[in-house]
């Protein structure tokens, strides 16, 4: 499949470019669509009604599946999904199928990190935490729910109508989500804490944060930007740009997360700042410094845009995306 | 494909039927056969070498992982995949992909019912749960690392070599486990605790436990006969029987096991006894008596049996499994 997408932003003759939204406006608002189109699937995805094979969705459970998923959230993760699937003209509704079921992992991951025993944290998006919500029972069973779920919304027919096709995009995000993917880097970044008496913050260099963080954030960003590629038939080399794309992105994100994490405050981050320092937790400002993080910052922004150049005019939203990740405030 | 097995137990011929092992004996070498099976597959699929697509497999969650999921169960679902897969000719080697697919997902469970938010059970086959071993945390990641890992395992061409049926099992393994399946029946279960001021004892009678049952521990041991079936393109009459076969052990599992719970004692059960009772929690035998709870054990089996009567003497082993759960004594 040609790296051309048919986007009707390509297809605008030249002398109205200048009229167009620069690219940033327009990161903005294909954003906020995608937010929108995933909170209305998603509300869908988790109604009452149980589907086939189920017997029924438990009330209670199905509630603090919608509050851990719904009204929250920039939709980050989706949004790549949509604008890389674009890049590759893959149909939209389907994008948003995967978008929503990686955004159900993400959804997962957050309840469960924020759980007493892990990072026992009592805010997210400025609301109480699923177990505080709730409780630490519903909570588990929530984290697992929407991780199940996730696999339920790409097995079905309305993602791809290529079964292969599903296939590949399970298999992509079981390996990003699993033990080599997120849930270990959660693991090495419990071990980073220093709670397991080995790994603790002196142990830990440079290469071993990026490593932990390439996991831990980076593969499920890395996964949204492929499952475009996937979604869109694309060839091993367009792949591939995208997924150098999305590991740049992700070590992006985390660095840009550890500035926050010492810069922010919880009425802007809508969860607790100044965590990191308070565990002694390696984290990128602590290896490189709060100036060295910000070189860091543009360097990968660099490289971001740089894994783009084979799409042309079509990946400026795209890169509009990395400055966004790059100078985000909460 | 015809109900018929090709199996070499239906091509003996009759007259040496009489020398053959009684249906009970088969049973019991078929289970240990598979156990021993799955065992080999998921200590070579719990590797330490990471799959393409993953970055790389920390060793405390992947010993925790495999300390969760080998060296103890009776393997009861693979032996129900492996057997309901012998009715249709399905590959043995197929089967035993789905079925450790399937045994993570079980230990999955068992990890998280587990944890101290749960049923904050210590013994487990005799052995300290996963969070007394190991921690809370890692306990969380393990139950997360392994149920993600099932989806990888059934997305892998080795389980079957066309897409669709992948598709189907890894549909059916979602909806069986999720919210409207095992995690919901474990959320009814909490709830049926009193934990939550609403659906407490007094609240739910027989019907409502049975409901419970048949998501909490029927949705699973009906995928592994199901399984079976779809391995084997079963056609739609074969794979109900099966299915019917799967929920009527699976509810003579569960009344089995309440028997347990106020007969048995620790020593031979791996876990802690008499916890139902402390907890006042409605169960078979709270709600049946003791006389009442084994005469429906009875009429279960008699259903189970009835439900195999398309497959003739292929069905002899699986009838053995029937009488076994219904007389098991850990």
Redesign the interface.
């Known amino acids: 499949m040609s790296l051309v997408s048919q986007s009707p932003l390509r297809a605008q003759p030249n002398k109205h470019r200048a009229l167009a939204p620069d690219p940033a406006a327009r990161f903005r608002r294909s954003l906020d669509h995608v937010a929108g189109d995933i909170e209305r699937l998603l509300d869908r995805l988790l109604a009452p009604q149980?589907?086939?094979?189920?017997?029924?969705?438990?009330a209670?459970?199905?509630h603090a599946?919608r509050y851990a998923s719904l009204g929250g959230g920039k939709r980050l993760r989706p949004f790549l999904v949509v604008e890389s699937a674009r890049l590759f003209g893959a149909p939209r509704r389907q994008a948003l199928m995967a978008a929503s079921a990686l955004e159900c992992v993400h959804c997962?991951s957050l309840v469960?990190d924020d759980?007493p025993?892990?990072d026992n944290d009592a805010l997210r998006r400025g609301r109480p935490t699923a177990h505080k919500a709730y409780?630490?029972?519903?909570a588990?069973?929530t984290?697992?729910?929407l991780?199940?779920?996730a696999?339920?919304i790409?097995?079905?027919s309305q993602t791809h109508q290529n079964?292969?096709i599903?296939?590949e995009l399970?298999?992509?995000?079981?390996?990003?989500?699993?033990?080599?993917?997120m849930?270990?880097g959660?693991?090495?970044d419990?071990?980073a804490e220093g709670?397991?008496a080995i790994g603790h913050r002196s142990d830990l260099g440079f290469d071993d944060i990026r490593?932990l963080q390439?996991?831990k954030t980076g593969?499920l960003l890395q996964f949204a930007c492929a499952s475009g590629a996937i979604l869109g038939g694309a060839d091993r080399k367009a792949r591939s740009a995208l997924e150098q794309y999305g590991a740049a992105i992700g070590e992006a994100f985390q660095v840009a997360d550890d500035l926050l994490d010492i810069e922010g405050d919880a009425a802007t981050l809508g969860k607790t700042a100044g965590k990191d320092a308070a565990a002694h937790k390696a984290t990128f400002v602590s290896l490189l410094g709060v100036d060295g993080a910000r070189q860091r910052l543009k360097k990968l922004v660099g490289k971001a845009e740089r894994s783009l150049a084979p799409f042309g005019d079509d990946g400026e939203v795209l890169k509009a995306a990395a400055h966004f990740i790059a100078s985000r405030r909460s």
């Open positions: 149980a589907s086939p094979g189920e017997r029924l969705r438990p209670r459970l199905l599946m997962y469960h759980l025993a892990m409780d630490e029972a519903t588990i069973l984290g697992d729910g991780l199940t779920f696999f339920d790409l097995s079905r079964p292969a599903r296939i399970i298999s992509a995000l079981a390996r990003a989500a699993g033990v080599g993917g849930a270990g959660q693991m090495l419990l071990a709670r397991f490593t390439a996991m593969a």
